[in-house]
């Protein structure tokens, strides 16, 4: 329990009317989650509004509302404060109910378009190993401390965020690693969260179906780092042309990673081979169980992060050696004739060319590199045709197939896709609905020695057709066919 001038202490904007010494036993803003004693956030969404369902809420048992349009009769027993953004309102009122906790963590946020989820959990992984109870929030999944929690979203929303957050500062974390994506800082789902760091991956071509344009797109990565505090860091990615347009604007101690260019972390790859790779990280010598310059890149994130938290330069290149692959991102299973099937998350054209080129890299050309790929329903369609393209320019054969057809048409999707492949390049070009008949067809071309990059689902254990979520694991479909069981 909270009291509501407690959490409304100190937030501008806000017009009160009503009375407000009064107890507040949850926050929400779903009217279906409120409970009696609760505070009501009316938020405008991107399917319904909020504004809709107050005197449900009401009925439900809200003692207070939080909205940005007052009803024209307002129930005289409850509590109502208008603001102008509400969504923001949110978060604000969420991490004061739950105590502020990430105030008393080491938060960091992840953000850009490839690469968060590797970084967060490694950095997860990282702390984890320098001895420290970390959190994390991931597209993949949640975790307080070493306790599993699921995941819906790439970021929870805000309520979840602090509820989550303070349960890991009462398990003891001493710091949190998060994936921060577009839709969230746009969303206003990150209000409320006291961040001690930020880190830029990279930007491509993706959520132009949400954000309409590239500017609009960049600018909500931007919006995060324009919002960290001068005791705070960004570390930025200088070798992206976007890199240092997130730095322009913020407050926070200014840092750089690079593979190219002059920066304050920097990365070389000595060696690469299947099992790993050689890297050279601000001139010391470290064997890393990760492929491809991506790859680098990622890791290089982690250590810049780790010692501008304050963490030992040795210590954390000696950690980093050990640190392990994250589920399905280039994660490699073979079958007993010598066959390289590879399991990437890659489903944007940028993440997907930088795959097939570390893949391009590794092997001899003596072998056949098969690439199956797929692009989501419902989603841009405008990476449809750039994604076929990448795959039948780095592979030597593609089979289109289907990957979260949603609520749309495989074979509409896989058309789509085929507009971006060119005339000279069809004759390699398959085109197979069913992902596990692609897959299936993949392995059954392949001879010993061949490569077989199943890309665009990596961790996900469904398939999303017409509306409704069927088990479906690229892992577990290709060890079926294989004869394999478990890792390899």
Request: aromatic content about 8%; some cysteine; glycine content about 8%.
């Amino acid at each position: 329990m909270k009291n509501l001038n407690e959490i409304l202490s100190g937030l501008s904007g806000l017009e009160v009317s009503g009375f407000t010494d009064i107890p507040v036993a949850g926050v929400a803003f779903d009217s279906r989650k409120v409970k009696p004693g609760f505070l009501f956030v009316a938020v405008p969404g991107t399917q319904v509004d909020g504004h809709q369902f107050i005197e449900n809420a009401i009925a439900d048992g809200a003692v207070a509302i939080i909205c940005e349009r007052l009803p024209e009769k307002q129930n005289p027993d409850v509590a109502w404060i208008q603001c102008e953004n509400s969504a923001r309102v949110l978060g604000k009122v969420a991490s004061r109910f739950y105590g502020e906790p990430s105030a008393q963590m080491k938060v960091v946020g992840v953000t850009g378009t490839n690469g968060k989820t590797t970084i967060a959990t490694l950095l997860y992984q990282l702390f984890g190993m320098l001895g420290y109870k970390t959190g994390l929030l991931s597209t993949i999944c949640n975790y307080v401390g070493d306790e599993k929690r699921p995941s819906t979203h790439t970021t929870p929303d805000p309520v979840q965020i602090h509820e989550l957050m303070a349960e890991m500062v009462e398990a003891g974390c001493n710091y949190c690693f998060m994936e921060v994506s577009s839709h969230a800082i746009h969303q206003q789902r990150i209000a409320g969260i006291q961040f001690d760091g930020g880190i830029f991956t990279n930007l491509t071509h993706d959520h132009l179906d949400y954000h309409k344009t590239f500017i609009e797109y960049r600018n909500a990565k931007k919006m995060f780092f324009d919002g960290l505090s001068k005791e705070a860091f960004a570390l930025t990615n200088s070798d992206d042309k976007n890199g240092m347009v997130m730095l322009q604007n913020t407050d926070a101690q200014k840092l750089t990673y690079s593979m190219r260019s002059l920066a304050d972390f920097r990365v070389k790859v000595l060696e690469s081979h299947f099992d790993g790779m050689l890297l050279s990280v601000d001139g010391t010598e470290v064997w890393s169980h990760f492929i491809g310059n991506f790859n680098a890149m990622n890791l290089l994130a982690v250590y810049g992060t780790a010692v501008s938290l304050g963490a030992g330069k040795d210590e954390v290149l000696q950690q980093m050696s050990l640190l392990k692959p994250v589920d399905g991102r280039f994660e490699i299973i073979r079958s007993p004739l010598g066959v390289f099937a590879i399991v990437d998350y890659a489903h944007t054209p940028d993440a997907l060319k930088n795959v097939l080129s570390s893949i391009n890299e590794i092997r001899t050309r003596n072998e056949t590199l098969f690439t199956v790929v797929g692009a989501g329903g419902n989603r841009d369609k405008t990476k449809r045709p750039e994604m076929a393209q990448e795959a039948a320019s780095a592979s030597d054969r593609v089979i289109l197939t289907a990957d979260n057809p949603r609520s749309e048409d495989p074979e509409a999707i896989i058309a789509d896709m085929m507009t971006g492949v060119e005339a000279h390049q069809r004759n390699k070009v398959l085109a197979i609905s069913n992902r596990k008949e692609a897959i299936r067809t993949a392995a059954m071309m392949a001879r010993p020695g061949d490569i077989i990059l199943v890309a665009g689902k990596g961790h996900e254990t469904y398939q999303e057709i017409k509306g409704v979520k069927h088990h479906f694991d690229d892992r577990e479909v290709i060890r079926e066919i294989f004869g394999v069981t478990g890792q390899n």
